[in-house]
């Protein structure tokens, strides 16, 4: 068995899979010692001890498996999560406050590195936030500082979420304007009138 000392003085980081092992391992052994205190390894019928010792066994395999199981999905999807790089120095910025401005932003984000830009999108009408804006770095690793610095953070009282910005999708072309005399139409000089 295992063991794992915690001092009080230094702080042990154990992950969750670990843990769960550990446990497993643990009841293992208090499994094996309650069977040698009950005294026998017993083929004596369904109730004995030996027989609860197979069941214990058998069950602490089929946790054992779905742990090992959760352990690699877990790692997987974590390093999809935290091995991500950004790809531009853009950083999109939600949860903003409708009193934040584009200095209040600036200010925020300028203590992890040199800034392009710090914008609050407003609405057109009314010029009030819509709670959202991005910033852009002059680098990508200054990008990232930020990112993980002001994530879930309270910027003007509200919580901030700082995410990668998406590109832009360029816009389809506006559809050609149409003759407000023509209700869809058309004459064909050959043929004569046809409907569109």
Known sequence: MRKVNFAPTKLTRISLSELGLILIEDLKSSAAAWGAKKGGDGDEGEGSVGSRERKMEK????????????????????????????????LFVSGLSRYTSDENLKKAFEQFGSLVEAKV???????RSKGFGFVTYETI???????????????????????????????????????????????????????R
């Open 121 to 127: 999108i407003t609405d057109r009408a009314t010029g």
């Open 141 to 195: 690793e200054e990008a990232e500082k930020a990112r993980e610095g002001m994530n879930a953070k309270f910027l003007d009282g509200w919580v901030i979420f700082v995410d990668p910005a998406k590109t832009s999708m360029p816009r389809p072309p506006p559809p050609p304007p149409q003759d407000p005399l023509n209700f869809g139409i058309t004459t064909n000089k050959t043929i004569g009138w046809t409907g």
């Open 59 to 90: 069950v602490l395999k089929g946790e054992r498996s779905k742990l090992t199981n959760h352990m690699s999905s877990q790692q997987k999807y974590s390093s999809i999560r935290l091995n991500s790089t950004l790809t531009s120095p853009k």
